[in-house]
């Protein structure tokens, strides 16, 4: 996926992830997707909890502006980002 989806009231990312890792990440990897290494087990939505935790982290925004579109219960996913927080996005 290329850069960043922009929606009306969103801009949206394609996150895979890697749970189970030894630490957290979050960086770009390469064609404008990015690479989530995530501690927690899928289980119970713990990783899905991490992932959104680290985005805002990442973006510097309120974990409630962030969703995750689809993917939810997979490897890639499509993480929403609230369009009032995503100004910065591009320059990231």
């Not at 009231?9 to 990440?25: D, G, H, M, T």
């Not at 997707?33 to 991490?50: M, Y």
Request: net charge positive.
């Amino acid at each position: 996926m290329a850069p960043p989806l922009k929606q009306s009231s969103a801009i949206v990312i394609q996150v895979e992830v890697k749970p189970n890792s030894r630490s957290s990440a979050f960086e770009q990897a390469e064609g404008g997707t990015w690479l989530a290494r995530l501690r927690s087990a899928p289980i119970d939505g713990k990783a899905n909890a991490e992932l959104i935790a680290l985005v805002a982290e990442h973006y510097q925004c309120p974990k409630s502006a962030v969703s995750i579109k689809s993917g939810a219960a997979g490897r890639i996913k499509l993480v929403r980002i609230d369009a009032r927080w995503a100004r910065g996005l591009d320059r990231r």
